[in-house]
Nanobody, 115 residues
Framework: VQLVESGGGLVQPGGSLRLSCAAS????????MSWYRQAAGKERESVAA????????NYADSVKGRFTIFRDNAKNTVDLQMNSLKPEDTAVYYC?????????WGQGTQVTVSS
């Protein structure tokens, strides 16, 4: 099982980044997919989640209207488009795959929002 995140980096406030998570080794379409983040000294928090077929999506209040989660069950990918980034969005972002039987995590990708 692998979840490989990419797309992180350094961006100025107000800028955009698109994170991507490539999944392999499990039946992607059977899992809800989420993006979490963990800032230095803080607990990991859920940012966005999308149901198996993509019909139900949830966002943290702090990112509503700025972030969008997408999944492609044909390509086994889940992306997070992040716009209007703020310094408080700085964190390591993790991809997560969950169902009632299993819970998988990626290694994380660093997002730094700074001028």
């Amino acid at each position: 099982v692998q979840l490989v995140e990419s797309g992180g980096g350094l961006v100025q406030p107000g800028g955009s980044l698109r994170l991507s998570c490539a999944a392999s080794g499990f039946t992607f379409s059977s899992y809800a997919m989420s993006w979490y983040r963990q800032a230095a000294g803080k607990e990991r928090e859920s940012v966005a989640a999308i149901a198996r077929a993509g019909g139900r999506i949830n966002y943290a209040d702090s990112v509503k209207g700025r972030f969008t989660i997408f999944r492609d069950n044909a390509k086994n990918t889940v992306d997070l488009q992040m716009n209007s980034l703020k310094p408080e969005d700085t964190a390591v972002y993790y991809c997560n795959a969950w169902n009632s039987a299993n819970d998988y995590w990626g290694q994380g990708t660093q997002v730094t929002v700074s001028s």
